[in-house]
């Protein structure tokens, strides 16, 4: 395995479908960034739209909290039955000592999620476009279904750090099929908490396998031990508007937002509905919504 030295990057093609040498530099890093996939204008509305959704929800009745570092949501119902649902996670930080939120509640969300994308018709608008179908189906996604959709917040001054993991430890296929698509909807940078990547490290096994039992105890299954050469690892800073799409076994974390400026992404995960989705699966669907690609 060969850990690369950069991360490929690139105007977006026209159309959205890659070019030979754009899925070769993909391949090889497990990695791609897209510059200016997306007018920021509809980055615009996105976030509009997710403050709009913000606005009606009452952090006083709804008090969950997503953690990486401390993993609290993973024996929280209403986390792991919102594979369906659209539903707020705040942050670690977001409360002071008096179970108040320390800021405007936009500024104290960690993410929104899991399916704005087949919920809510802005969302769907910007999850479901021609040049996104057409870099799908050039990374030879047969038959694609986005599976999931999640808002990232990385608000300002208590924005979370994420430890380094492979998103097919949570969407797991088999074979494995996860890729995710990252959109930029402010400028990420060094200093908001952007995005590291281990270029070529998606190579490696995957790790993980986090499933949940019949009698819905959460299980972290280690498969391989092997450290992450995170001192190879890379930030990926990047304009609002830049798509970065990564393999689902492709390490990546990002660092603490302790800055005054919001870090807001956007991220899809699809998988080629081919491959078997196991039923212990954390992330779940109901009947009554099947899972859609890009029609």
């Given at each position: ?183 930029a909807l402010e400028d990420a940078t060094l200093e908001n908490g952007c995005m590291h990547f281990i270029p070529g490290a998606h190579k490696m096994p995957l790790k993980q396998r986090n499933y949940r039992r019949d009698d819905g105890t959460f299980i972290i299954e280690t498969i391989d031990d092997t450290p992450w050469p995170e001192d190879r690892k ?62």
């Open positions: 395995m060969e850990i690369l030295d950069a991360i490929p990057a690139c105007k977006a093609p026209p159309g959205g479908r890659l070019d030979d040498a754009m899925l070769a530099n993909y391949r090889a890093a497990g990695v791609l960034i897209l510059e200016d996939f997306v007018p920021v204008e509809k980055c615009v509305q996105l976030r509009e739209r997710a403050l709009e959704l913000v606005d009606a929800f009452d952090p006083q009745t709804v008090r969950h909290v997503f953690s990486t570092t401390r993993q609290t949501q993973l024996d929280d119902r209403y986390f792991y039955e919102s594979g369906d649902k659209i539903r707020f996670f705040l942050e670690d930080d977001a409360f002071d000592a008096n179970g108040k939120l320390r800021q405007a509640k936009e500024h104290c969300l960690n993410k929104m999620g899991h399916a704005m994308h087949d919920l809510d018709p802005v969302f769907d608008a910007f999850s479901r476009t021609p040049e996104l179908a057409a870099l799908v189906d050039s990374l030879g996604f047969e038959e694609p279904g986005i599976i999931q959709s999640m808002y990232i917040f990385k608000p300002p001054r208590i924005g979370g750090e994420v430890i380094c993991h492979q998103d097919s430890t949570f969407i797991y296929t088999e074979p494995q099929s996860c890729v995710g698509f990252w959109f890379l930030p990926a800073e990047a304009k609002a508007g830049t798509l970065v799409i990564f393999d689902g076994r492709m390490p990546h974390l990002s660092g603490a937002n302790l800055s005054d400026r919001s870090r807001h992404a956007y991220t899809l995960h699809v998988i080629d509905q081919r491959c078997h989705y196991p039923a212990n699966n954390w992330l779940q669907r109901g009947p009554d919504m099947p899972l859609r690609g890009f029609d």
